[in-house]
């Protein structure tokens, strides 16, 4: 299956999923448009990422700066 295929295939499941045919566009419930979520809010904290210090959870390591410590984890 080729990189086309492949997209034909995602919007053809799609369409069915929303109840529109493969030839026209699927409009997605108003639920499907993103609003800001405190979940994806981050702390300002004064940690690693902004030293190259040590991790705050894992003093161990160096601060890979991958924002763990500064969210609620998700």
């Not at 979520?37 to 940690?47: C, D, E, K, R, Y």
């Amino acid at each position: 299956m080729n990189e086309q295929e492949l997209r034909e295939f995602v919007r053809t499941a799609i369409a069915r999923q929303f109840g529109a045919s493969a030839g026209e566009p699927a409009q997605l419930p108003s639920a499907a448009v993103w609003q800001p979520h405190a979940s994806h809010g981050m702390f300002g904290l004064p940690v690693g990422a902004d030293t190259d210090g040590p991790c705050l959870i894992e003093p161990a390591v160096r601060c890979d700066h991958c924002g763990y410590c500064r969210s609620y984890g998700h």
